[in-house]
């Protein structure tokens, strides 16, 4: 039986305390199931923006998409996270990534790894955060380790999410040396959502493997999520896939209006895509970026208990 659909929209930008609760009541209105906000420079502070959107909504869960743990000393990171998840009732989703933009770490005068000493950080960070969240004695104290979603793509990371996450997050793209990301095919993604599966198999067919270390064990299959990066309601799909390729060197037509990343066409026509793509790759949690919070609305309606 397919998992029912789940929709975030990821909030890139706040502004006022009454725009912020405007918008978070719009999005709530709209359908949304997760209020979210990314870590990067130059973007509004996530713990603060979650606990303002907390309380000028009832419905929705809040959560980091994703925070960069290279920003993040472990221990100060689980008193903001116990705190928010405090005062958002209970309500937080924690977003974890290894980060991607060397730029960011060099404007805040943070050390930028490489590839595996940004994931080996990702690593600890996931580590300390089980032990000192899962501490009774530990202050702030929420109760409980609210769900965790790890985003990436490379084998270490997929591995790591086997073994933690509640959520796997998706990218579908990759990282070039400067950091620069680009969209991989329908097919590379499919074979990343399948090495993932591997990974998760193999874990559970170990003495013990339902037991994800210093987490309780799941019941059930991680939920899997994906980032929509473009939502256009059009008329003619073909023709916006011409037109989108021109800026997608390596992606055929058919790459393009088979891709998760990109929705197009009508409302029915978007909807049919996600129960596509929930059949292909198994993603029923998908996110929006915020300027698309109201074109998205409709589809939502659409899939609504789907």
């Given amino acids: 039986m397919a998992r029912p659909f789940r929709f975030g929209v990821n909030m890139l930008t706040i502004g006022a305390a009454a725009e912020w609760r405007e918008k978070c009541r719009k999005a709530e209105a709209l359908g949304y199931d997760v209020l979210l906000l990314p870590d990067h420079l130059g973007m509004p502070a996530p713990f603060p923006a979650l606990v303002a959107a907390a309380e000028a909504t009832e419905r929705p869960r809040l959560g980091t998409f994703v925070l960069n743990t290279g920003f993040w000393n472990p221990t100060l990171l689980a008193r903001e996270v116990a705190t928010a998840d405090l005062l958002t009732d209970g309500r937080l989703e924690l977003g974890l990534g290894a980060g991607y933009v060397k730029a960011e770490h060099d404007s805040a005068g943070l050390p930028f790894g490489t590839r595996g000493e940004r994931v080996d950080q990702l690593e600890r960070t996931v580590a300390e955060l089980d032990r000192l969240l899962g501490d009774p004695e530990h202050v702030p104290r929420s109760g409980r380790r609210p769900p965790l979603l790890l985003g990436g ?25 400067s950091g620069k990301l680009s969209l991989i095919s329908p097919d590379a993604l499919e074979e990343r959502v399948t090495a993932y599966q591997g990974f998760a198999a193999e874990l559970a067919e170990q003495p013990g493997g339902t037991e994800r270390t210093g987490r309780a064990g799941r019941t059930e299959p991680a939920e899997l999520n994906y980032l929509v ?34 929705l197009t066409g009508s409302v029915k026509e978007m909807a049919e895509q996600l129960r596509a793509h929930r059949d292909r790759f198994g993603f029923s949690y998908f996110t929006v970026l915020d300027p698309a919070l109201e074109a998205f609305g409709p589809v939502i309606e659409e899939l609504r208990g789907a």
């Fill in 153 to 177: 793509n490379g084998d270490r990371v997929l591995r790591l999410t086997a073994r933690h996450a509640d959520i796997a997050a998706f990218t579908g793209a990759r990282e070039d040396a």
């Fill in 229 to 262: 990066q473009a939502v256009d309601v059009v008329a003619d799909r073909r023709a916006k896939a011409r037109e989108t390729m021109r800026r997608l060197p390596g992606l055929s037509e058919d790459d393009v209006l088979a891709h998760p990343a990109l």
